[in-house]
């Protein structure tokens, strides 16, 4: 079945650092993909996606790049802020069938000032 | 502005009792989820519905049951709670290729 793995956190970082959190996906066919972020108390909002290969989703200063040769859909930002402390999941969603998300186990971010 | 929203934030109940979780969209969405987060291991779903009185079993439907009578409205059913099912629950919806849309969770404690 569909499965994506990402990096365990927490990843604790200084403000204005670079971020990257490693997202990777087992799927057949071609997969949607996705990140979702929660902030504190929140349900999850979507940050970003990418629905075919090579495709580069983008919000907020949040990058990703559907990298289909690798099964990867790994999330960069430049230069990190205290208020993107959260946790973010990676997820897929099938183009057939089933429309459910398949999710990975989140990554907590925490940005110190 | 998109909304879908749950009928509570923070539930009590004690083992046995009947729960239900209710979810409400006004997006006209046809497909709609329930899902369960836990730390480490991120959302599973536990069951689905694709139309009014549809309804499939995702990845963890024991001790689950779902309603859909109307289109905007999905609820989730604990028929008799277990600790075990101390989690939270997040519902969300979405029409065909679309984002799925997340409600704001329903934190749920079995004493």
């Known amino acids: 079945g569909d499965s994506v793995t990402q990096m365990e956190g927490p990843v604790t970082l200084s403000e204005e650092a670079f971020l990257t959190i490693n997202c990777t996906y087992t799927?057949?066919?071609?997969?949607?993909l996705f990140w979702y972020v929660q902030y504190p108390g929140e349900g999850l909002q979507l940050l970003l996606k990418?629905?075919?290969?090579?495709d580069k989703g983008s919000n907020k200063g949040f990058e990703a790049t559907y990298r289909k040769e690798t099964t990867s859909f790994h999330l960069e930002k430049g230069s990190v802020q205290v208020s993107d402390s959260a946790v973010y999941f990676c997820?897929?969603?099938?183009?057939?069938?089933?429309?459910?998300?398949?999710f990975g186990s989140g990554t907590r971010l925490q940005v110190q000032p | 502005d998109v909304k879908v929203t749950q009928s509570s934030r923070y539930l009590v109940k004690r083992t046995g009792e009947k729960v239900f979780l209710e979810c409400v969209q006004d997006?006209?969405?046809?497909?709609m989820f329930w899902y369960r987060q836990d730390p480490g291991l991120g959302l599973r779903l536990i069951y689905f519905?694709?139309?009014?009185?549809?309804?499939e079993k995702g990845d963890i439907p024991e001790g689950y049951s779902v309603s859909r009578e109307k289109k905007e409205r999905f609820s989730l059913i604990l028929e008799s709670a277990s600790t075990n099912q101390t989690s939270m629950y997040l519902c969300?919806?979405?029409?065909?290729?679309?984002?799925?849309?997340f409600g704001p969770g329903t934190r749920l404690l079995v004493l």
């Open positions: 519905s694709y139309d009014v009185k549809m309804k």
């Open positions: 799927a057949t066919g071609y997969p949607s």
């Open positions: 969300a919806s979405t029409s065909a290729q679309e984002t799925q849309y």
């Open positions: 997820a897929l969603s099938p183009n057939t069938g089933r429309r459910a998300l398949t």
């Open positions: 997006m006209d969405h046809e497909n």
């Open positions: 990418a629905t075919k290969a090579d």
